[in-house]
């Protein structure tokens, strides 16, 4: 069955770092956000910083859902085409996130962030 969204009103405060508003149908979204974040207590800045290959965390490979051994059972009533709703309000929508309004076949969605703390103690 084939249905219709309709939704009355949407109001989104920011959408950064890869992340997507979707409205309308779409069979593909693919999302990718890395992130590098040091935070110094003396700011220090050196020419050969910032490159993923450096940690491992970039280039594992992804843990992806095991779905051939698993087993579900579902059950749809449609009584009516459309989705209704009155309204969607969101703050943020960041790291590789989606908010879309219509149907989809396939999200795949990734988001890397290392943190490096370097602090000085005893200053």
Same mark, same amino acid.
């Given at each position: 069955?084939?249905?219709?969204?309709?939704?009355?009103?949407?109001?989104?405060?920011?959408?950064?770092?890869?992340?997507?508003?979707?409205?309308?149908?779409?069979?593909?979204?693919k999302?990718?956000?890395?992130?590098?974040?040091?935070?110094? /207590?003396?700011?220090?800045?050196?020419?050969?910083? %910032?490159? *993923?290959? @450096?940690?491992?965390?970039?280039s594992?490979? =992804?843990?992806?859902?095991?779905?051939?051994?698993?087993?579900?059972?579902?059950?749809?009533? /449609?009584?009516?085409?459309?989705?209704?709703?009155? %309204?969607? *309000?969101? @703050?943020?929508?960041?790291?590789?996130?989606? =908010?879309?309004?219509?149907?989809?076949?396939?999200?795949?969605?990734?988001?890397?962030?290392?943190?490096?703390?370097?602090?000085?103690?005893?200053?």
């Amino acid at each position: 069955m084939i249905r219709e969204s309709v939704v009355r009103e949407v109001k989104v405060n920011t959408v950064s770092l890869a992340s997507i508003l979707q409205v309308g149908d779409n069979k593909l979204i693919k999302p990718v956000s890395k992130a590098l974040a040091v935070q110094r /207590n003396i700011s220090m800045f050196k020419g050969d910083e %910032g490159n *993923f290959d @450096d940690f491992g965390i970039f280039s594992r490979d =992804l843990p992806l859902p095991l779905t051939e051994n698993e087993s579900v059972k579902v059950s749809f009533n /449609n009584n009516c085409s459309r989705i209704q709703v009155g %309204g969607i *309000f969101v @703050d943020g929508i960041a790291a590789a996130s989606v =908010l879309q309004i219509g149907s989809n076949k396939n999200i795949q969605a990734e988001s890397r962030i290392k943190h490096i703390r370097q602090v000085i103690n005893g200053e």
